[in-house]
């Protein structure tokens, strides 16, 4: 068997910060960026961008299309930073309890990480579309079994973090995009691929903690969270503000026709592959949710 | 962008609009019922609970109609209505209490 998989979250934290310390990076002097990003040139690739394959697609011209490229990066680049506000949060209350010291030294790389994502993904939308997308994400109080909340809280992690890096892959190197898209979606991923090994291995050990201990019911229940969570966030990437500010006429019937068109769910099933294959080897989902 | 009022139940009934309100005209309370009338069809719709009607005084968190999911969904469907945004940082969950509440914190408020 590969030392990686039986290796525990303890030694992998360990090997994890040494290649932190080596790759890092400094978000502030990082980037060159370009006074605005020309119009003629795509930010997101057409068949990444949420409305393809729709008839408010169809109707879109050429620059109509250009300039949804790029406010779907930014909502992109905002809905990660948003998913990325509750995991530091999140980090920090992991440090120093329940964890190790590899681990809890791993979490500073993972904090210090994140924020620097967070900085750059805001310079991004700030200087290119004058904002961040907010998110309508509202938290509610709920109560959970033992255990229940920190497997949830890995679950949205992960989530975040596959997603995104679904894309950041996708766009890294793709030449058809603006330069500066590139870049930060490959320094992203740098950061990511570390931070998704990890996600995945504490879940894993988490859940493998935890739901021997649980009722039939609270299992069922984390299951039935684990799709609806999928779904939730896949609504995200669909945005009627960003349609809106790039001139689409009926901003919520085009999401609404998005959500239900057979090519954009299969969109979200090819970008969902790797986690849900994730999620079923886990144990943690027992069929791929529909999507 | 319009931010959603932060308020509690109790102060919601004591603003709450439309019935004995001698001001309200009949144009005005026509659109109030239009409008639940759409956001009922939508929770119900949408919920898994098996409910099949909803009242206006209606708790729709606490009964579990709709999961903290379903309320950024609701929000998207609220902003539809309106055709404006709403301002997700300044609402408070007593805003989603019931319809009566969510119709005054989001078309006469908000």
């Known amino acids: 068997m590969p030392e990686a998989a039986t290796e525990t979250a303890s030694t992998l934290a360990t090997r994890l910060s040494t290649a932190s310390v080596k790759k890092a990076w400094d978000v502030y002097s990082a980037f060159d960026w370009p006074e605005k990003i020309d119009p003629s040139e795509w930010c997101m690739a057409p068949e990444l961008i949420s409305l393809h394959g729709t008839s408010a697609w169809d109707a879109l011209d050429e620059a109509g299309r250009r300039l949804l490229s790029l406010h779907e990066v930014a909502n992109f680049f905002s809905l990660t930073l948003h998913g990325e506000r509750p995991l530091v949060q999140g980090l920090c209350n992991q440090m120093y309890s329940r964890q190790n010291t590899p681990v809890t030294e791993y979490l500073h790389h993972f904090l210090d990480e994140e924020n620097r994502h967070m900085v750059m993904f805001a310079m991004f939308c700030n200087r290119y579309v004058g904002k961040v997308y907010p998110m309508k994400k509202l938290a509610l109080p709920k109560k959970y079994a033992k255990g229940e909340e920190d497997v949830t809280f890995f679950i949205k992690a992960l989530v975040i973090e596959e997603l995104g890096d679904f894309y950041n892959v996708e766009m890294g190197h793709d030449d058809r995009l603006a330069p500066i898209v590139r870049e930060v979606n490959k320094f992203h991923h740098r950061d990511e691929a570390r931070h998704i090994v990890f996600g995945r291995k504490l879940l894993a050990e988490t859940f493998a903690h935890w739901a021997p201990q649980w009722s039939e019911e609270t299992l069922e229940g984390v299951r039935a969270w684990v799709g609806d969570y999928l779904r939730s966030s896949w609504n995200d990437f669909y945005n009627p503000a960003v349609y809106r500010d790039a001139g689409v006429s009926d901003p919520y019937a085009a999401r609404k026709e998005a959500l239900a068109a057979a090519p954009c769910r299969a969109h979200r099933e090819r970008a969902s592959a790797k986690l849900i294959d994730y999620f079923l080897d886990a144990g943690i989902l027992t069929e791929a949710p529909s999507l | ?110």
Request: charged share 30%; net charge negative; proline share 6%.
């Open chain 2, 1 to 110: 962008v319009p931010r959603a009022p932060r308020t509690g139940v109790g102060q919601a009934d004591r603003l709450l609009p439309g019935r004995g309100d001698p001001d309200r005209g009949p144009v005005a309370l026509i659109e109030e019922a239009k409008i639940k009338d759409q956001l009922r069809g939508w929770i119900l719709d949408r919920t898994t609970s098996g409910a099949t009607e909803l009242e206006d005084d209606t708790p729709i968190l606490d009964s579990g109609l709709l999961s903290s999911l379903d309320v950024v969904e609701l929000i998207v469907f609220i902003e539809s209505l309106k055709g404006e945004e709403v301002d997700v940082d300044a609402i408070e969950p007593e805003s989603l209490e019931n319809l009566d509440v969510l119709y005054r914190a989001f078309f006469v408020e908000g």
